[in-house]
């Protein structure tokens, strides 16, 4: 109940991406993270961001990720103006601050400018796909997945999964107890260091209890009998994971040839000209018919799996 209040964690709604399997939507997700590190021309990069937001909101996820767009904005500022600041190597000099001592020529140039831009557009979009992962993949069913290959460490993802919403819950409950205070309680930067600390301090005393139990069921014997590995396996894989279970859907079949078709794309950005941009020396990134049509199959890509809207009830 918890998790479905929270504007950031994994709710069940009618979208073909919630319908589909948590491996194969992993999958998609990775597809979009690798298809963002092997990309660098801008207007490929922005295609992208431009199919994940449109992805978003197809999967009724939208309003989460134009919030996660905000915040992405605040953190691209100060990466564009580091490299600005940092960099030397540009040819183009928009602005000379002068002897910086031991940073050398203050000499700000537009190459170095572009390159920040380019890499906090990379960030921003790591940012939007992994907001849309968490929040249309189902963690338990993934990791229910994962118990195969490292049951121990399937339990402790799944553990701290589940503390998530807690952690946010007590961080509301304490930050509105706050508010209620006769003078309004602290204000700014000390009152959110100090919520923080409160929070950590209950997360490490929630910790503490739940280790406790799991001690006194037995988790840390060398040897874990049949009946213990039974209750470990209801608690790693609930019942709705449980039922989950079942054939691929079509939905499947979609992502998963939606995700092979961005990895192609990638990878024909990776061994060709047919998007090529250069930061340095001198800006260098044209855009051709080549480059349209790679912005135009990765919109296809991306957002195709989206039309079949059959079978996506919770």
Not at 55 to 81: D, E, F, K, N
Not at 168 to 173: F, H, L, S, V
Not at 284 to 302: D, I, N, S
Request: charged fraction near 15%; aromatic fraction near 6%; charge should be positive.
């Amino acid at each position: 109940m918890l998790s479905a209040q929270r504007p950031f964690f994994y709710r069940r709604l009618a979208s073909p991406l919630h319908a589909t399997g948590a491996g194969v939507g992993a999958l998609w997700a990775l597809s979009l993270t690798l298809a963002t590190l092997a990309i660098f021309q801008p207007l490929v990069l922005l295609s992208l961001m431009v199919a994940v937001l449109g992805a978003g909101a197809m999967a009724g996820v939208g309003g989460q990720l134009r919030r996660t767009l905000r915040t992405a904005a605040i953190v691209a500022v100060p990466i564009v103006a580091v490299n600005v600041l940092v960099s030397r190597e540009g040819l183009t000099v928009f602005a000379r601050l002068g002897d910086l001592g031991p940073f050398g020529q203050g000499d700000l140039t537009l190459e170095a400018l572009v390159y920040g831009a380019v890499i906090a557009l990379k960030v921003s979009l790591l940012m939007l796909v992994t907001t849309l992962a968490s929040l249309t993949i189902d963690p338990d069913e993934l990791l229910g997945g994962l118990r195969r290959l490292s049951f121990r460490s399937a339990l402790t993802a799944s553990l701290a999964t589940r503390m998530m919403p807690l952690l946010a819950a007590d961080a509301g409950r304490l930050a509105e107890a706050r508010r209620t205070r006769p003078d309004g309680g602290q204000q700014g930067a000390r009152a959110r260091v100090a919520l923080v600390g409160a929070v950590v301090g209950g997360s490490l005393d929630r910790a503490m209890d739940v280790a406790a139990t799991l001690e006194l069921r037995g988790f840390a014997a060398a040897r874990p009998t049949a009946g213990r590995m039974m209750w470990l396996r209801r608690l790693v894989t609930p019942a709705r994971a449980r039922a989950s279970i079942r054939t691929r859907s079509r939905h499947d079949i979609a992502f998963s040839l939606s995700a092979v078709c961005v990895l192609a794309l990638s990878l024909l950005v990776r061994v060709s000209a047919i998007a090529p941009f250069q930061a340095y020396p001198l800006v260098h990134a044209p855009v051709g018919w080549g480059t349209l049509a790679l912005c135009v199959a990765l919109l296809v890509a991306v957002l195709a799996p989206f039309c079949d809207r059959r079978g996506i009830e919770p």
